[in-house]
Each structure stands twice: as C-alpha cells, then as structure tokens.
C-alpha cells in the first residue's frame, strides 16, 4: 500500500513516514497540493492521500475539490489532517468528500487507527 503526505512541514511528513513504515506502507510526500498533483500524475499506486488543510500555495481543502473532479483520483481516500481552528474548513472538506480527519498534534497510535479506520 501507498500513502501519500501532503503537509508543509517537514515535521509532519517525517512522523506520518515513520509511523506509515511501520505498519508496512510505502509513502511519497509533497509540500504543498500544487506538488502532490504532480506526485499523483506520476505514480498510480497511490491508495490514500493525507494532507494538510492549511498549506501555501494550494491548500488541502483545494487539493481535496481537484482529486474528487478528476476521474484518475477520485476514487482515493482522502484524510484530511487539521488544527483545531480549522473547524470549518474540516466540514467543508467532509461534505467535498473527505474519507475522515486527523486533529493536529496526533500520536502514531491515532493515526494507525484512522488509516485502519478508512482503508478498512
């Protein structure tokens, strides 16, 4: 299996790796939506992307709506990690069809389980 980080921090992404290899998965990261698009043109064994809500450039929400319209991704669980002021912005991403989110700081173990959560 195959996640894709989508976070600006280099912090997130090296946790989510860490934790994601641990449970046998393989991941590819970007720092922003505008480069985890180009990460998704070029590798079609991605089977969830992660990303952050709040990024330059193209933000999570952003990156949520052009996956769902293309018809290559749609079909890509989307998890959404958020802070908690982003409450709005969460909602927004679960009614555009968001497969579940992550609250901002999260452990190894909450993140195993909402990856479990979704991929079943």
């Known amino acids: 299996m195959k996640l ?3 976070d600006d921090s280099g912090m997130v992404r090296t946790i989510v790796t860490k934790t ?3 449970i046998g998965w393989e991941v590819v990261t970007a720092g922003s939506g505008v480069e985890a698009l180009a990460k998704l043109e070029g ?3 991605i089977k969830l992307i992660s ?3 709040n990024m330059p450039e193209m933000d999570g929400v952003q990156l949520l709506e052009k996956v769902k319209a293309d018809d290559r991704f749609k079909n890509i ?3 959404m990690l958020t802070s908690h002021s982003d409450s ?3 909602e927004q ?3 555009m069809g968001a497969s579940g989110y992550l609250s ?3 452990t190894a173990d909450q993140l195993k389980e909402k990856v479990k959560a979704i991929i079943g």
């Open 43 to 45: 590798d079609t064994d």
């Open 88 to 90: 709005s912005m969460t």
């Open 93 to 95: 991403a679960m009614k």
């Open 104 to 106: 901002k700081p999260f």
């Open 51 to 53: 990303t952050d809500i």
């Open 4 to 6: 894709l980080c989508v």
């Open 77 to 79: 669980p989307v998890m």
């Open 20 to 22: 994601m290899k641990e």
